[in-house]
C-alpha cells in the first residue's frame, strides 16, 4: 500500500517510481540493518525500470536521505520492459558487504566517471550517482560500464561513422568498454583474466556475433561466466526507442564481478561437460563464491524441452543443480538467483520451480521482464545463480 500513488498524481512515472523506490528500499534497510550491514555497505547494484521516464526518480530517492548516499556502489540502470505483479515500474538488486575486518567497503582509487552534477539535483551534488570501481576484500565489483562522455552522448571515438558502411558499432563499444576496464582492473590490483561474472546488456540480440569477437580476443582462454541480457534501452539517449549510433543511442552495457587472487580466493573454472552459448565459462569459482553462466533449455541445436516455460525451467534447475555439485556446493546453498522472462507471467513459474528445486531457506531472487528473442529460438527464461561453497 505505501507504494500506491494515490489521485491526482497516480498517472505520473515520477510519482510511481518514487513511491515504489521508497518503499522498496526501506524494506531494504531494515533486512541490511538487521545483519550488521547497511545501504551505504551495498558494492554493486542492478536497477531494472520498465521506461525511461522511471530513470531520474528512481535515482533521486535511492541516493536519497537514508539509502545509498555515501560512498555509492557500482550500479547499472537498465530499461528492460515489464515487470510482475502488473503496475511495478521499478526492480533494483544488489551485493552488499557486511563490514569486519578485512572485508571494508573501499571506492576504487582514480577517475571515478560521472562526477559531482549539483546542476541535476541534490543526489547529485556531492558524490558520484556511482564509482567505477568499489571492492570489499579481495573481491572487486564494477559499474555498469558503458561508451558515454557524459557530455554529449556516445564517445566520438567509439562512434561508428554513420556515412560509410565499414566499421561495426558495437564491436567498437565492446573494445572499449573492455579496454578501460582493463586499466581500471589493474588499477585496483586484479585484471580482467580474474573475472568471476559478467552481464551483458545488449539492445540488440543480434550484436552477440560481433562482441564474442571482441571477447575471444581479451578472454583467449577461460573466459568468465556470463548473462547476456535483452534490453529495451540504455541511458543515452533520454528519449524511447532509438537503437543506432546515428540516433544517439549506444548498443551495450556490462557489468563485472571480479577479484585479486590470493590463498583465500582461488579461481577455477567450472564445468558439467555441457555446451556454452558463445563465448563464456559455465561457472567461476572465486574463493568461496561459486558464478554460473546465464542457463537456457536449449543449446546449439534449439530447445531441449517443449515449449511451455514450467518444462524450461524444469531442466533449467535440473543443470543449475548440477554446476553447484560440479563446484563442490549445492542448490540449496544458492545466495542469489536472477531469472530474465520474456513473459512477466512467468515470474509465478519461476517461484513455483524454485520452491520445487530449493522447498526452504530460499536464495534472494530477482525476476525482470525483458524482450525476446532469446538465445535459443523458443526460449522464454534464462536463469543464473551465486552459490556459496562451504
Known sequence: EDAIVPPPYHLSPSAQVRYQTQSIWDRYRLGLDELGSSCNDVVQVEQYISQKAHADGYLVVSRGPGFMERGRPGSALICTGEFAPAGCVVNPTGIAVIPQEGYEKKIGGGDQGIGKRPEFGEAYAEEPIYNEIVTAGDYVFTVGDWCSDYETGIRQDVKADHWIWWGNEVRNEANFILKSLSARLENAGTSLANAAHCTVFLVDLADLYEVDLVWQQFFPKDPPARTVIPIKGLGTPRAEGPSTHAEGAMKMESMFQTFRPGPDTPRE???????????????????????????????????????????????????????????????????????????????FAVYAALKQAVPSDPPCVCITGVPGPLQVPGASVIVDGVAYIP
Open 269 to 347: 573454472i567450472i564445468g558439467s561437460n555441457s555446451r556454452v552459448l558463445g563465448h563464456e565459462s559455465e561457472a567461476v569459482r572465486a574463493g568461496r563464491l561459486l558464478w554460473t553462466s546465464g542457463i537456457i533449455a536449449g543449446n546449439q541445436d534449439g530447445l531441449v524441452t517443449s515449449k511451455d516455460t514450467p518444462s524450461q525451467l524444469s531442466y533449467i534447475f535440473s543443470r543449475l543443480r548440477e554446476i553447484c555439485e560440479a563446484g563442490g556446493t549445492s542448490i540449496e546453498n544458492l545466495l542469489r538467483l536472477r531469472a530474465y522472462v520474456t513473459d512477466p507471467n512467468d515470474t
